[in-house]
């Protein structure tokens, strides 16, 4: 296991192996020899994979474990936040880009044909001009002032 890890960092890592990963090189100096390196892996196998307990919340239900509903269970009882819910939701066609439509309030912007003004029509996209940038100015100038014509110099006398 040891030797698979230090394989596969020369594999990715260039430079020194001191340098990139200290805490192996310090694992390979030590003077008690292999069999401490190896005992030492295998408590750290153990408590970081075995020790861990599964987690069933997202389990796959599938082929090997069929999920069938018992007929004689009872129904859970409603909650305070289901029962203040929409009883009637209408659903649009999915596939002209309309969203489901329920009861409440909208955002502006969610509305069709109305948009924010920073955001852009066509992506919807906020802008990266500055607001400033798309007015025009009022008399101001904005270029820089052309550069004065150059003199020459007048010539030495000693030359």
Request: proline share 11%; hydrophobic share 35%; no cysteine.
């Amino acid at each position: 296991m040891y030797f698979s890890a230090i394989q596969f960092i020369h594999d990715v890592k260039t430079g020194p192996f001191w340098e990139h990963s200290p805490v192996l090189y310090d694992i390979s100096g030590i003077k008690d020899g292999w069999g401490k390196i190896n005992k030492g892996m295998l408590k750290m196998y153990a408590a970081e994979v075995l020790g861990k307990f599964p987690v069933v919340q997202h389990f796959p239900f599938g082929s090997m474990f069929q999920w069938v509903r018992d007929p004689d269970a009872v129904a859970a009882p409603s909650t305070f936040h289901a029962r203040q819910q929409p009883s009637t939701i209408k659903t649009e066609d999915v596939s002209s880009g309309q969203s489901a439509s329920v009861s409440g309030t909208k955002a502006p912007w969610a509305q069709p044909g109305v948009g924010m003004p920073q955001m852009q029509a066509a992506t919807g996209m906020p802008t990266t001009r500055a607001p400033w940038a798309g007015r025009p100015s009022a008399g101001l100038r904005t270029s820089m002032p052309a550069p004065a014509p150059r003199r020459s110099l007048p010539k030495r006398e000693d030359q």
